[in-house]
């Protein structure tokens, strides 16, 4: 009987987690114990339907070891003719207390940031992210940023 209440649960645990339909692209890299400034992490998107609109994320994973309130990155999306579109984003990485934010059971969080809503694709993409945090008061970047292990993009059906 026990092992048959194990089947059902981990059973319905593979639906649960399977079951995301707005997915079209999702992929992480690891970036070791820490994220040097001059690590840029690429990804080469797949060519999509040019007819649907698809909103774009960037992923984190996250731990303790992350110093800041918050995050700064560079994400450049390098269009089919070689043009190539930069912003530079900030998002909240934790509460007043430093509880870091994101989801997770663990002292690793991953935490799922809006990038750009509504975007047509026509040909083969690529993303480009840099992380571009400085300490208050300091012009040069931090070298080693601590606490981000994995860094991800994600692309959602619009509908």
Known sequence: MRIKNSLIFLLMGVLFFSCDKKRVFD??????????????????LPELDSTKRYDLFVNLRSNDNYP??????????????????????????????????????TDIKESKLFYKENVKFRGKYKVYIKQAVREKGKVPGVEQLEGITD???????KE
Do not use: C
Not at 92 to 100: C, E, F, H, I, N
């Open 68 to 105: 800041f309130n918050n995050l700064f990155l560079i994400v450049a999306l390098e269009l089919p003719n070689g043009f190539t579109k930069v912003d530079t984003l900030e998002y909240q990485m934790a509460k007043p207390d430093g509880t870091l934010l994101g989801e997770g059971f």
């Open 27 to 44: 992929e992480y890299h690891a970036v070791g114990s820490a994220w040097h400034k001059d690590s840029t992490v690429t990804f080469q």
């Open 151 to 157: 860094v991800g993009f994600r692309i959602e059906n």
